[in-house]
């Protein structure tokens, strides 16, 4: 089963910035915090991924809570084609070369509206 | 760079036929999984590949799935006789080792 929990729906108008949140209270030491997001007919896509600092890139932001209890994924300015599914992953850094397939829940479906 | 390859793109099939998809995973990566996504839901993993050897196989239904990537770089995933909860999109992800999955457009499979 997943170890995180999102809403299971969205909305954002367009240009503001998404605010998606994730609770993973069992989280581990050792895991990180990946997101993901699926455009429709597509596979997943990669955004971002972070341990206990606060990272950003060109997609996204991810805000780590200092307990690293939750966290919140943050598309700055979003646009019609950031309507998607968005996962949070909990997944273990370092497997030792073993399984480390991702886990994935149902997502929050974000809609972005014009 | 080149991203994950999979082809068929779609394959309509009636149950209890064969079928067959392929992947080739981006250049250099030497961890390859195949998921199974059903409508409505996220993927979860059936196998994954550490060069040409299996690392986890535990949620692939062995009665009629296989799998095998023979060289450490292309892989087969296969349905024997296919049923018709199979439906669904095969999505193949490769990485290098632990680091990031990239994830391939995936196959779609109906099963009538």
């Known amino acids: 089963d997943a170890k995180t929990t999102q809403p299971t729906s969205m909305d954002c108008a367009e240009g503001r910035a998404a605010n998606l949140p994730c609770n993973h209270s069992?989280?581990?030491?050792?895991?990180?915090v990946y997101w993901y997001r699926q455009i429709h007919s597509q596979g997943p896509q990669y955004i971002i991924h972070?341990?206990?600092n606060n990272e950003t890139n060109e997609m996204a932001s991810l805000i780590i809570t200092e307990d690293r209890k939750s966290s919140t994924l943050i598309l700055p300015h979003a646009t019609l084609r950031d309507t998607a599914v968005y996962y949070c992953?909990?997944?273990?850094?370092?497997?030792?070369?073993?399984?480390?397939?991702?886990?994935f829940g149902k997502g929050t479906h974000l809609i972005i509206q014009p | 760079e080149a991203g994950v390859a999979q082809s068929p793109r779609y394959k309509i099939i009636e149950k209890r036929q064969s079928v067959a998809f392929w992947c080739n995973p981006i250049?250099?990566?030497?961890?390859l999984y195949w998921y199974q996504q059903i409508l409505g839901q996220g993927p979860k993993l059936l196998i994954q590949?550490?060069?040409?050897?299996?690392?986890?196989d535990s949620q692939l239904p062995k009665d009629r799935f296989s799998a095998e990537r023979l060289k450490g770089v292309d892989s087969t995933l296969k349905i024997q006789p296919a049923k018709l909860e199979d439906s669904a999109v095969y999505l193949c992800?490769?990485?290098?080792?632990?680091?990031?999955?990239?994830f391939g457009p995936g196959t779609r499979l109906t099963v009538l």
């Open positions: 069992t989280i581990s030491g050792n895991e990180y």
């Open positions: 972070g341990l206990k």
């Open positions: 590949f550490q060069n040409n050897g299996v690392v986890d």
């Open positions: 250049s250099g990566h030497a961890t």
């Open positions: 992800a490769s990485s290098r080792g632990k680091d990031t999955q990239y």
């Open positions: 992953i909990v997944r273990v850094g370092d497997s030792g070369g073993g399984a480390d397939g991702l886990t």
